[in-house]
């Protein structure tokens, strides 16, 4: 089972499937978004959109402990991820689809772990599945690796703080892609994301930050990024051979 998690844009994956079903999955942590089921290239795939229906759940109030939950209570055992980001490179431009390899946590507020009554602490020495990335990047034109930062948003950052994650070593910024990627290791699930480059991060960009900007680039990007998803879904064999599938070894107190 292949899950994906995405937003605007990335839903029409699910209509080069067949053999669709729609469900909405209890978790201890509060009901999952409305899910599609179906298959393409003869493999069992799961739609999630991160913000449900319509966008209702801004990146700060995301579930995200219920979504990933939903994710491993289906079988799902690799996830790829979509993400919107801004750019913290001139290099690195609006339209540029890019495969963090790293990541650097500035949220604030979210449940972070599915482990509160026991001491887990998995390591994230490389916090996306080495795997599930070869097999995007040789899918399709994509940016081989990048520091991913996440802040808490709903708002976009300061200049002061676009220079400050650019010193750190940051070279993208969303909202969205942590804890996901925390908790999908925390399941021994696999995780990748692609991240659309819609904009350049404030105070790079010349103009004031819109969010019609980003739905515009989405949108324009959408049909490409389907098909990097189609391509690399096509490409993802049964086994696996990485960390992630055993990430708890060694992990637990
Ligand atoms: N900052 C944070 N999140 C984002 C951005 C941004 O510039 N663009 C798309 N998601």
Excluded at 101 to 122: E, Q
Excluded at 194 to 213: F, G, K, Q, R, W
């Amino acid at each position: 089972m292949i899950g994906i998690i995405g937003g605007t844009g990335v839903y029409e994956i699910v209509t080069l499937g067949n053999e669709i079903e729609k469900r909405v999955l209890k978790t201890p942590y509060g009901n999952s978004p409305e899910i599609s089921l179906f298959k393409l290239h003869d493999k069992n795939i799961v739609f999630m959109p991160r913000h449900a229906k319509e966008h209702s759940y801004p990146p700060h109030m995301i579930n995200y402990r219920a979504n990933i939950y939903a994710m491993k209570k289906l079988g799902v055992e690799r996830i790829l991820a979509t993400n919107a980001v801004g750019s913290l490179e001139r290099s690195v431009t609006p339209g540029d689809f890019i495969i963090p390899h790293d990541f650097i946590d500035f949220t604030k507020l979210r449940n972070g772990s599915f482990y509160d009554d026991k001491t887990v602490h998995i390591d994230v020495t490389e916090p996306y599945c080495n795997e599930l990335r070869r097999i995007i990047k040789s899918s399709g034109d994509v940016i081989d690796g990048g520091v991913y930062v996440c802040t808490e948003g709903p708002r976009f950052e300061t200049p002061a703080e676009i220079h400050m994650f650019h010193m750190l070593g940051g070279t993208i910024v969303g909202m969205t892609g942590i804890p996901e990627a925390v908790l999908a290791r925390e399941l021994e699930m696999c995780y990748a994301s692609i991240c659309t480059v819609s904009n350049y991060a404030a105070s790079i960009s010349p103009n004031n930050l819109t969010i019609d900007e980003v739905f515009e680039i989405m949108d324009r990007k959408k049909h490409e990024l389907v098909k990097l998803m189609d391509t690399t879904i096509s490409k993802i064999s049964e086994e696996r051979s990485c960390y992630c599938k055993g990430a708890l070894t060694c992990a637990e107190i």
